[in-house]
């Protein structure tokens, strides 16, 4: 390795990136874009859905549970007299979740128990809430004993609790962009050099393959690491979004997960043939993986069977230890394992782009 | 002094497929020589095998004394290669893929060196140019131009003008020209043009169907044909072509032998021989582009 050759051919990768208005299309503008369509539409006022409440209002700490639900932005509360109203409106759709409480008479009387009814028919709204009341829950209880809890409510899932839906959107969308940059980004263009005789070309000189591609990983995980600032940076400036301190923890996750998606654009840019059937295969990988990895949708709000594929799919790790790093505030070792987990998913992914690695279209 | 290439016995098949049949030759530094052939004849290939693309099934092939094969990296700084069909990166400037070329090869002077094969082929107005928008001419001296940024002692160039206009291949002409005669570089191409390889190459290596069927010196490959000039014509019989060495006696027959015959001659026409007549004298069929 040269290290002036090396730093010419990497300022050369950037300077063929950012020359493509498309790319910075892609990587810059359109995770914004998409970012600000989806905060419009769900992320202030309607994101949380209607939640239907039954119980005596009466009693102080259901009165307070529902006062700090009533006040909860973009949630709508409404109340019933009874339970079996409540379940029957979620069933029929009116409403995306039902609170029904109970005053207990055993061991401990005079205690508040809270049950949480939802639908698979909602299931976004359904973990949003899911959130809410659990957080609501754990307020009204330490504001009314100190201690002892004066309502019992055990949420299943705790994913999106204390996020509102934007917090929750911009490290998912940057996931989504890193990853797209990198698996479209390389795949194309290395089918594309094969196509055109470009590597050919350089095999005839001295540079070798492994110091070119280490100058074009280079110039990418620059790349991703200048989504990270830029988009961080608009989630903060154009919606008020609370950075958190160990944000910088996301620049390793950064790099770990578009590290393992470039290694994924290589395998596919060497297995495909023509740029055509290389954008397809990109769009048929990442597609799924955009849906399926909590990136618009808490993992926790989705079918148990989801959440299984969920967990070996790349993007879901990067998601989450984004999230975990810029909004929730959790230091790097909290995302070492998801670090890990993309570094070996990478190592897999190069042994297959290696094995299939071809200098020249197929004979 | 060591011969620029050695090639002996090279051969290189495909499946049932003989690409290249047996091919030996030597080419001498300085010279500018010439494979000419029809597509096809295993020109390409040839090429190749001897810059280090391909890997030969059997024969030996030689660069400056250092055999090419099993280690092409040995002689790649001193040779210079323009491919048949490479399209450039995209969204660099042509300067700046010179410079990045250059610096491929080590070179610290790449700026001073870009500058300098700019001038060379003529291309110092399209310096800031994207490759991509650069005309089929203009990207051929680019590509010619990539082949001498490291300064090398040997240039290979894969039909240099194949797909350009007749004014666009004059030009080219002299870039070539000059790269052999004013900076003494050995210049090898392929080419499909007679033409061309007449103008351009001090010795000529004939290719049909994957092998050499003469290598001479222009001049020398017609004087072999033992003819001057090459007389055609059309008479009640079909169309004729002769070779001979003195074309005025033969028309002079020729005409008169018609007039007593009362046949009547058409297209009749007379030019000197040239590389297309040693084509069709070699291999019996007409010489297609």
């Known amino acids: 390795m040269n290290l002036a050759r090396f730093t010419a051919t990497t300022v050369a990768q950037l300077k063929m990136t950012f020359r493509r208005r498309i790319t910075l299309f892609w990587s810059l503008a359109f995770p914004m874009i998409l970012m600000s369509l989806l905060a419009l539409l769900f992320g202030r006022s309607v994101s949380a859905g209607s939640l239907v409440v039954a119980g005596d209002t009466r009693d102080a700490p259901i009165a307070a549970m529902v006062k700090v639900l009533d006040h909860t932005k973009g949630l709508s509360v409404h109340t019933v007299a009874d339970g079996a109203t409540a379940i029957r409106q979620v069933k029929n759709g009116d409403h995306d979740a039902a609170l029904v409480f109970a005053i207990r008479n055993g061991p401990a009387p005079g205690g508040v128990v809270a049950e949480l009814y939802t639908s698979s028919t909602s299931a976004t709204q359904a973990g949003i809430i899911k959130g809410i009341v659990s957080g609501a829950a754990s307020g009204v209880s330490v504001a009314a004993t100190g201690s002892t809890p004066a309502i019992s409510f055990s949420p299943r899932s705790v994913d999106s609790a204390s996020l509102s839906y934007i917090d929750f959107l911009l490290p998912g969308i940057l996931a989504l962009s890193i990853m797209i940059s990198a698996v479209i980004g390389l795949s194309t263009v290395l089918v594309h050099w094969r196509q055109q005789g470009i590597l050919r070309r350089l095999k005839l000189t001295p540079i070798p393959l492994s110091e070119f591609f280490a100058a074009r990983i280079t110039a990418s995980l620059s790349v991703a690491v200048l989504q990270v600032v830029v988009l961080l940076a608009f989630g903060r400036l154009a919606w008020g979004i609370h950075i958190s301190s160990t944000a910088w923890a996301a620049i390793p996750v950064a790099l770990a997960g578009c590290l393992c998606f470039l290694a994924m654009g290589f395998a596919i840019g060497s297995v495909v043939s023509s740029p055509e059937t290389g954008d397809a295969v990109s769009n048929v990988v990442t597609n799924p993986m955009m849906f399926l990895s909590g990136t618009f949708i808490p993992v926790s709000a989705m079918p148990g069977f989801v959440q299984q594929i969920a967990k070996v799919l790349p993007l879901y790790y990067m998601a989450n230890g984004l999230r975990d790093t810029t909004v929730r505030g959790l230091s790097i070792s909290h995302v070492a394992g998801d670090i890990g987990v993309l570094l070996l998913i990478s190592a897999v992914l190069a042994v297959v782009a290696l094995r299939t690695f071809r200098w020249e279209p197929g004979t | ?289």
């Not at chain 2, 082929?121 to 310096?127: C, D, F, I, N, T």
């Not at chain 2, 021989?273 to 084509?279: H, I, P, Q």
């Open chain 2, 1 to 289: 002094m060591t011969a620029a290439i050695s090639v002996s016995g090279l051969t290189k098949r495909y499946g049932d497929h003989v690409a290249v049949g047996g091919v030996s030759f030597e080419v001498a530094q300085g010279e500018s020589f010439g494979i000419l052939g029809p597509n096809g004849a295993g020109k390409t290939t040839t090429l190749e095998m001897i810059e280090g693309l391909r890997k030969p099934d059997a024969g030996d092939v030689s660069v400056l004394g250092v055999p090419v094969w099993p280690d092409p990296k040995r002689i790649q700084e001193r040779i210079g290669v323009q491919l048949q069909s490479t399209s450039l990166f995209e969204m660099l400037s042509a300067r700046e893929l010179l410079v990045l070329f250059a610096r491929f090869y080590k070179r610290s002077d790449a700026e001073a060196r870009a500058a300098k094969v700019l001038a060379q082929v003529g291309l110092e107005a399209k310096a800031a140019d994207y490759a991509n928008t650069l005309s089929g001419g203009q990207q051929q001296r680019l590509a010619i131009a990539l082949a001498l940024v490291h300064d090398p002692e040997i240039v290979f160039l894969d039909e240099p003008t194949t797909g350009l206009d007749p004014q666009a291949r004059h030009n080219l002409w002299e870039v070539i020209r000059s790269i052999n005669e004013d900076q003494g570089k050995t210049v090898v191409l392929t080419t499909h043009y007679l033409e061309e390889a007449e103008q351009l190459c001090q010795r000529v290596a004939i290719m049909d169907q994957s092998r050499i069927v003469a290598l001479d010196t222009p001049s020398g490959l017609i004087a072999a044909l033992d003819a001057d000039a090459r007389v055609s014509y059309t008479d009640g019989t079909g169309e004729h072509v002769l070779y001979v060495k003195d074309a005025q006696a033969t028309v002079l027959d020729l005409l008169e032998q018609a007039r007593s015959d009362g046949r009547s001659v058409t297209g009749l026409a007379v030019k000197g021989a040239d590389l297309e007549d040693v084509f069709l004298n070699l291999t019996g069929s007409a010489y297609r582009e």
